[in-house]
């Protein structure tokens, strides 16, 4: 298994434990412990428990990217 660095080794003690945050308390935690010298980015993963195959739980959404 591959050795961690020390920038890894410091995110993973902070978050150590903290499994259900809201929104706003994870994003003040990923920006508290941003390491690198360009923007990073965040992936979400949702499990909404719909059903697609039913016309009335279909979910669909627009965002709007700068």
């Known amino acids: 298994m591959a ?3 020390k920038r890894i080794k410091a ?3 902070a978050f ?12 003040a935690l990923v920006k508290a412990n ?11 993963a949702m499990n909404l428990g719909v059903d697609p195959r039913h016309a009335d739980q279909m ?5 709007g990217l700068p």
């Open 34 to 44: 941003a390491t690198a010298k360009f923007d990073e980015t965040v992936e979400i």
């Open 11 to 13: 995110a993973r003690e």
């Open 16 to 27: 150590a434990g903290k499994e259900n945050l809201s929104v706003e308390e994870a994003v």
């Open 3 to 5: 050795k961690l660095g």
């Open 59 to 63: 979910v669909r959404g627009v965002v």
